[in-house]
């Protein structure tokens, strides 16, 4: 069974231009999720979908960090225009996700590590 | 607001030795508690997750256990081997049904 699987698996962009990274959850996930990690961090959730629908984006700023997930299936996340700051490793990972149940397990993508020039 | 802290933040111990890690969390209104594996430049794996109703599980040499009351888990590596150098994570999952991650451990296992 195919993994989560993410590209580019690098990019490197100078400040103010726009960057997009793709993510293909595992066959049957309901949920996806969108994840930050700086370097020596653990993760830090940006958004939640279940289906089409982002359920939580408290920790996405809106301003110029942006996703989709238009059939419920893979999902884009947008950076426009991108600053120095968001140099990090931007993780996708999916779950079986049955709302409030603890079996729950989430399992990760390779990540796409960005570099802002 | 949920805080997860991992200590040590790095370990280093000789190949064959067994091995605690370590994880407290703030918050004990937890759905699930998950350790994760995490290689240079690589994603996550997930090793092993309890639920909140279980005290402990456990997969080959790794031996996860949960408690709750007290906001702790720990993860025990038994016959360490080079292989099991990497960063281990362990995340838990609250009421907002959002994983909260530690800053994890980075291990080494010398040969």
């Known amino acids: 069974e195919a993994g989560v699987v993410q590209s580019p698996r690098y990019k490197i962009i100078e400040k103010k231009q726009p960057v997009a990274f793709w993510c293909n959850p595992i066959?049957?996930?309901?949920?996806l999720y969108w994840y930050l990690q700086n370097l020596g961090q653990g993760p830090e959730l940006l958004i939640r979908y279940e289906n089409e629908e982002a359920v939580d984006d408290s920790q996405l700023p809106k301003d110029r960090f942006s996703a989709e997930r238009l059939k419920g299936v893979d999902s884009t996340l947008k950076i426009q225009p991108a600053e120095l700051g968001d140099s990090a490793v931007y993780l996708c990972?999916?779950?079986?996700?049955?709302?409030?149940?603890?079996?729950?397990?989430?399992?990760f993508g390779p990540g796409t590590r960005l570099t802002v020039l | 607001k949920q805080e997860v802290t991992q200590i040590p933040a790095a370990l280093s111990v000789p190949e064959g030795e067994n091995l605690v890690l370590n994880c407290s969390f703030t918050d004990s209104a937890i759905y699930n508690l998950q350790w994760f594996r995490q290689d240079p430049g690589k994603g996550l794996t997930s090793l092993l997750l309890?639920?909140?109703?279980?005290r402990e599980q456990t997969s080959g040499r790794l031996n996860a256990s949960l408690d709750k009351s007290s906001g702790r888990s720990t993860l025990y590596i038994a016959a360490s081997q080079p292989g099991d150098s990497a960063t281990y994570l362990c995340a838990v999952k609250g009421g907002a049904q959002k994983l909260v991650f530690g800053q994890g451990t980075r291990l080494t296992i010398n040969p």
């Open positions: 990972a999916s779950s079986f996700g049955i709302a409030g149940g603890t079996l729950d397990e989430q399992f």
């Open positions: 309890i639920q909140s109703s279980q």
């Open positions: 066959s049957g996930h309901n949920t």
